[in-house]
């Protein structure tokens, strides 16, 4: 007998489902409290898909919600599940694939995904079994039953795409992809959209079973080109853009008719096809044949992206933004969640501030700041992709693409937009003229004496939304502005975003000061002059600012810290600045993510104030050390007792880490007074072996920030230090491999001869790292400074090496600036030289290479390269020399001579 609930538990229950339903806050989390309570009894999924199969009569949103906890249970709980449970519940569920109400069908649909989800990862042949029964029901001639079937099959296909690809055993999709493509013509046009979109989630991954069928699949889609279905048309156009993405070729013969097709649904009346349609223009715009796909059509393309980067009538709704709203408060769930980025050495040679990166991968960290530059979009706030930021993203890439070659389409739009009497049309306008600067940059040139005026007027604009684009595209431009005489343009420019970092609306406060901080970044040490005007309206601003555009402010006033510097190190600037950052300080709990981006801040601030921030040092340390241990101690909870402690957020770990490296950068030897009488040390050694590669990238920057600053308290314990470091020279984490090579330099500074036992521990993996096929320049600048200081520490012991790195050392710091680290770098690689000469002979034509690319080598330097240069020349006589030196590029050869006279 199938089972059956007790009604007045079944009452109870209901009633706890509609109450959870209040918009009462306090109400919503005792009712939850309740329900996690009631997980304790197996019997309560049972009642729970009961309300949602069985109750018709129930309101659609409570049967729907019984469903989601339902869902959620299975994915937390499966393997806890009593087989008779989910037996009834996937029963349950099949019975009511075709329930009249659309959001009971779509509920049963993400259940029935998550079982066959869990039952996949348990190799139960329950699986196969459901997907079968799942599409015998698409031939059902009930609407509900097919469209409920092909909701929950969309559900799976795009939760297991790779798993229903990758069974070779069933080969579930040599069944699934005809069947889907049957109903492209279905008479329903939920039922086709559903078939094209289950399609499409197999198309990124170049299914086979896919491929095998792509003529139908093609012949599908431009069946379905024109249909009146916004939903259908919408996949269709994402089809389009998956498969220029992955199969060029299929598109290729038909590329005249797609390019016109996805014109036309460009402009498409529904916003959500257009944008679809917009995807395809950044996707070829990022393909090497987009100049000769494209070449025909830029002039019909770019004013249709145009038109689509006005603000539509819904986003100027949900904007709100010509409020004057200063004084309201943010909702939380406006500001985006915080995180943080670990700090990285590397790069960025000879200068004390550190770079900051995004997460570990292996590609080039010059790339990975150059994508950063490219996601800084205005409108960030919302964080919904529009169809205005989609066509603005495609116009800077096709900019990119055809550089100044599209302006003669472009100007014509800027005159009639810029000056247009209708705010919108010059609101998108200032727009498109942020959008090109980067790809036509150098053709703008000529107008920007004329439009940077005109801009910074557009700063006073009664309307918010123009004031706030304006400020984006003004720092588009900022390099350009900086090239020119300062009180020209930089200093009108820099009194309009000081006036408006202060403005009345706080989307034009968020504008400004991300284009402030744009600025500041650019200009570095041209803003000293105006410090004062600077400081005084950021400090204002503390006090004005809510919630989010406080989280930006704290950015804008790190990012001129890491500037200016040691400028910032008067007392009249600390006096200003340091009583509002303390007084937030104060006010911030440990678990308070805020305390994110106000770290942060601090520890620029401590690097740029050197012995200006001494005074608030200690409490910023100790605070550090403590969140520290407190996040290592839950770590622990939660690793020996996981049913009863939660993970900690290791974030505020890394912060505290990154702060404390800041400090160490800034105060110097003066942190000795707090590691002496503190556990950091021991924390480090926790800290260096943790999971999270961010966390042991944040350990090495601080164990090579406190190498320099104090060494007497961390050369106790380098006999535990450096095998770990060498354990995580593995380049694939780029930057933690980054750090612990540049810890390891720092390290070979301090120990000099007494490095010499950890050499073969190290030497032999930074070897390979120079040697490696496309490794990162920034990663082989770093190894090749701290090889050389190795070679300063131990020239014996590294010299019978330097044969297999010399010619790739050599080429990774010819383009280096001169500065402390290169200095020390080619000492090193002196002393090797002259202690294995003979290991460079058939590459001295690259040691002489970099040689020459030092502009103004320290005396004590170049003595060393005239020495080295002098005796080779010696050694091989004056024949052999002339056969060999003739074969210089001329322009060394003459450097070489004019400097050191060979």
Not at 94 to 111: M, Q, S
């Amino acid at each position: 007998m199938a089972w059956q609930p007790e009604e007045s538990s079944l009452l109870s229950i209901i009633q706890l489902l509609r109450e959870s339903q209040s918009p009462n806050t306090e109400m919503q989390r005792a009712i939850q409290q309740k329900l996690e309570t009631l997980n304790q009894y197996p019997d309560f999924n049972n009642y729970l898909i009961y309300i949602l199969a069985k109750m018709s009569d129930e309101a659609v949103a409570t049967r729907s919600l019984a469903g989601l906890i339902l869902k959620n249970n299975i994915k937390q709980s499966y393997k806890d599940l009593p087989n008779e449970v989910k037996i009834y519940a996937r029963d349950c569920c099949l019975e009511c694939l075709g329930d009249a109400a659309p959001l009971v069908r779509t509920t049963v649909g993400i259940l029935l995904s998550t079982f066959v989800k869990k039952m996949t990862e348990d190799g139960e042949m329950a699986g196969p079994e459901m997907l079968g029964a799942l599409v015998s029901c698409l031939d059902s001639p009930d609407y509900n039953v097919c469209e409920g079937a092909f909701g929950a099959l969309r559900k799976i296909c795009e939760d297991m795409s790779d798993e229903l690809n990758n069974d070779v055993v069933n080969r579930p999709l040599n069944i699934l992809i005809p069947k889907f493509l049957a109903f492209f013509q279905h008479q329903a046009p939920r039922i086709r959209s559903h078939a094209i979109a289950c399609v499409n989630h197999f198309v990124h991954i170049r299914s086979q079973a896919l491929m095998l069928h792509m003529d139908t699949f093609m012949k599908g889609l431009f069946a379905l080109a024109g249909d009146k279905d916004n939903e259908v048309r919408m996949n269709v156009c994402r089809a389009l853009v998956m498969l220029l993405d992955v199969r060029f070729d299929q598109l290729a013969p038909h590329m005249t008719e797609i390019l016109e097709y996805m014109l036309v649904r460009t402009q498409d009346e529904n916003e959500e096809v257009a944008k679809e349609a917009c995807e395809f223009w950044l996707t070829l715009a990022e393909m090497p044949v987009c100049t000769e796909v494209l070449a025909n059509h830029v002039e019909r393309l770019i004013p249709v992206l145009a038109s689509r980067m006005r603000y539509s009538e819904m986003e100027l709704i949900t904007l709100k933004a010509d409020e004057d709203d200063q004084s309201v408060p943010d909702r939380e769930e406006d500001i985006a969640p915080r995180f943080h980025r670990s700090r990285t050495y590397g790069g960025n040679h000879g200068s004390a501030q550190p770079r900051q990166e995004g997460e570990e991968g292996a590609e080039e960290l010059d790339e990975e700041e150059a994508d950063e530059e490219e996601d800084a979009w205005p409108d960030q706030t919302v964080t919904i992709w529009t169809l205005r930021k989609c066509s603005a993203a495609a116009l800077d890439l096709l900019a990119n693409v055809f550089k100044e070659k599209l302006l003669t389409v472009v100007l014509p739009i800027l005159k009639y937009t810029l000056f247009s009497e209708d705010w919108l049309y010059k609101e998108s306008g200032i727009l498109i003229l942020g959008a090109i600067a980067e790809g036509c940059g150098e053709g703008m040139r000529q107008h920007l004496p004329n439009l940077v005026p005109y801009l910074i007027q557009c700063l006073t604009e009664e309307r918010a939304l123009v004031r706030s684009i304006t400020c984006w595209t003004l720092s588009r431009y900022s390099q350009w502005i900086l090239e020119q005489p300062h009180s020209k343009y930089l200093e009108p420019l820099m009194q309009g975003l000081l006036e408006r970092i202060l403005d009345s609306n706080k989307k034009v406060q968020e504008a400004a000061c991300s284009a402030f901080a744009q600025v500041e970044e650019e200009a570095c040490t041209e803003l000293v002059p105006y410090l004062v005007p600077i400081l005084q309206t950021l400090v204002h601003a503390f006090g004005k600012y809510q919630h989010k555009n406080l989280l930006i402010l704290y950015d804008a006033v790190g990012t001129l810290a890491d500037s200016v510097g040691n400028n910032l190190n008067k007392e009249e600037y600390i006096q200003l600045l340091m009583p509002p950052l303390i007084e937030k300080w104060n006010t911030l709990k440990d678990d308070d993510r805020d305390l994110f981006p106000l770290l942060e801040c601090l520890s620029s601030l401590a690097t740029a104030l050197q012995l200006g921030f001494l005074p608030y040092a200690e409490p910023i340390f100790m605070r550090c050390v403590n969140l520290i241990e407190k996040t290592l101690q839950q770590a622990m909870a939660a690793l020996s007792s996981p049913d009863q402690f939660e993970i900690p957020d290791k974030d505020f770990m890394i912060v505290a880490l990154d702060v404390l490296s800041g400090l160490a950068e800034g105060i110097e030897a003066h942190i000795s007074q707090f590691i002496q009488n503190s556990i950091v040390l021991d924390l480090l050694y926790q800290c260096m072996q943790d999971r999270m590669p961010e966390v042991r990238q944040s350990s090495f920057a601080l164990l090579g920030d406190l190498t320099k600053a104090c060494f007497e308290h961390v050369s106790p314990s380098l006999g535990t230090f450096l095998p770990i470091l060498a354990s995580n020279l593995i380049p694939e984490f780029i930057s933690v491999c980054n750090n612990a090579i540049w810890a390891i330099g720092e390290i070979a500074v301090k120990m000099g001869a007494n490095m010499e036992p950890f050499i073969a521990l190290i030497l032999e993996q930074l070897i390979n790292i120079m040697n490696r096929i496309n490794a990162p320049k920034t990663l082989l600048e770093n190894t090749a400074i701290t090889i050389g200081r190795l070679g300063m520490a131990c020239p014996n012991t590294v010299a019978p090496e330097v044969s297999r790195f010399i010619r790739q050392w050599c080429t990774s710091l010819r383009n280096i600036r001169d500065n402390a680290e290169k200095e020390s770098a080619f000492i090193g690689i002196c002393l090797v030289i002259n202690a294995n000469p003979r290991g460079i002979t058939q590459n001295f034509v690259f040691f002489c290479d970099a040689v020459a690319s030092w502009t103004s080598p320290p005396l004590a330097l170049q003595e060393m390269f005239h020495k080295i240069l002098h005796a080779f020349k010696n050694d091989l006589g004056a024949a052999e020399w002339s056969a060999m030196s003739s074969q210089f590029p001329k322009l060394l050869l003459d450097r070489l001579n004019a400097v050191y006279g060979i």
